[in-house]
């Protein structure tokens, strides 16, 4: 599995901003779906995760009520809705695919909010 992330960029706090993550493979459905992000001088922490076939998502604390994972299974996409955007949620956004044993990253996405 190959991932692309896509859809980051600067934007005001307050603002929104949609990520997504394309994915490459016959067997995306069967795979467990996450965002995960990393500040500067930060570890990546989780961001919301997605079961297989989307029945099932959890979100940071930081940004419940603010953030939406989802998924497209028919074509290969996971996305991350971002509103109501704040400083601290700059990062490299990356996704995540894990399914049986098997864990892929994608290369990241930059998120910038400005003050």
């Known amino acids: 599995v190959q991932l692309v992330e896509s859809g980051g960029g600067l934007v005001q706090a307050g603002g929104s901003l949609r990520l997504s993550c394309a994915a490459s493979g016959s067997t995306f459905s069967s795979h467990v779906m996450s965002w995960h992000r990393q500040a500067p001088g930060k570890q990546r922490e989780l961001v919301a995760t997605i079961t297989s076939g989307g029945g099932s998502t959890n979100y940071a604390d930081s940004v419940k009520g603010r953030f939406t994972i989802s998924r497209d299974d028919a074509k290969n996409m996971m996305y991350l809705q971002m509103n109501r955007l704040r400083p601290k949620d700059t990062a490299v956004y990356y996704c995540?695919?894990?399914?049986?044993?098997?864990?892929?990253w994608g290369q990241g996405t930059q998120v910038t909010v400005s003050s």
């Open positions: 995540k695919a894990v399914y049986a044993w098997n864990t892929y």
